[in-house]
């Protein structure tokens, strides 16, 4: 799992719509999505129209994705942590008084 704690994680709600865009234009089927599980092990997810569903569990989820272009290749590792709003609510309501 990778853990490091400067690397913020990107807030979004449940079940939420995470799409990967490049400013170049990849290879045909060449963007890969996987996200770290439990036991460190990667699993792939499934993209349409280079788009996934998040999970709609709350917690902090470790992304991995790649792609390929015609000269060269990538890949970037990024954090999503799943809040519902009526717990983020909460939250920014009590950083009022902290």
Do not use: C
Not at 5 to 32: C, D, T
Not at 51 to 64: A, M, P
Not at 72 to 78: L, T
Request: proline share 2%.
């Amino acid at each position: 799992m990778i853990l490091h704690k400067k690397l913020k994680p990107v807030v979004v709600s449940p079940g939420a719509k995470l799409k990967i865009e490049f400013n170049r234009e990849l290879q045909e089927n060449s963007l890969y999505l996987s996200v770290w599980m439990d036991n460190d092990e990667l699993e792939g997810v499934l993209l349409k129209d280079n788009t996934y569903l998040v999970s709609k569990e709350n917690g902090i989820y470790v992304y991995s994705v790649s792609a390929h272009w015609e000269k060269g290749s990538s890949s970037y590792n990024f954090l999503v942590e799943v809040k519902s709003f009526i717990i983020l609510s909460l939250l920014n309501f009590f950083k009022l008084f902290l």
